[in-house]
């Protein structure tokens, strides 16, 4: 017989061939258990919900951002911070043509409005490969104003 390396279910702790695994009926299957296995639906069927919001919301309001949702449990119309700040994306030559990008002052900007002034700044420092927003960073701080900055992905 050939070797084959050994792999051990998490769940179980059970050691088994590789080729088993696909074929392992674990007695600790997370999914066995009814609470855990609605818990995971109620999630799974939520995760998708706000998916397809946002992702139809994006392409109606900025088409050029990617896939992009705060999170599972952010709506376009929810306050993604509190206080006055910017928005602000540096411009790094190497990914397009463009210049850094400086929104307007916000006082307690929703999450759709974020999502506006990113689309903005994409098409601003022409940064189009890192269409994906992962969140805000602090920036600096000038007087009570806030710089937020993009942080973002691709
Ligand atoms: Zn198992």
């Known amino acids: 017989m050939p070797f084959e390396s050994l792999a051990r279910c998490t ?42 919001m946002w992702e139809d919301w994006v392409e109606e309001n900025a088409p050029h951002i990617k896939t ?3 999170s599972i449990d952010n709506h376009p119309d929810e306050i993604a911070f509190h206080g006055q ?7 790094d030559g190497f990914w397009g043509e463009g210049e850094a990008y400086t929104s307007r002052n916000y006082t ?9 002034e990113f689309e903005k700044a994409i098409i601003q ?13 602090l920036s600096k701080k000038v007087c009570s104003v806030q710089i937020l900055e993009f942080s973002t992905g691709s």
């Open 125 to 137: 420092t022409g940064d189009y490969h890192h269409s994906f927003l992962e969140g805000l960073n």
């Open 85 to 91: 700040c910017f928005l602000h994306l540096p411009h």
């Open 68 to 70: 992009a949702y705060p």
């Open 11 to 52: 769940d179980c702790h059970t050691i088994m061939h590789h080729h088993e695994t696909s074929d392992h009926d674990c007695p600790n299957d997370p999914m066995k258990d009814p609470v855990k296995r609605a818990e995971a639906e109620e999630w799974e069927a939520r995760f998708e919900a706000t998916t397809k």
């Open 108 to 116: 307690n900007p929703t999450w759709g409005e974020v999502l506006i």
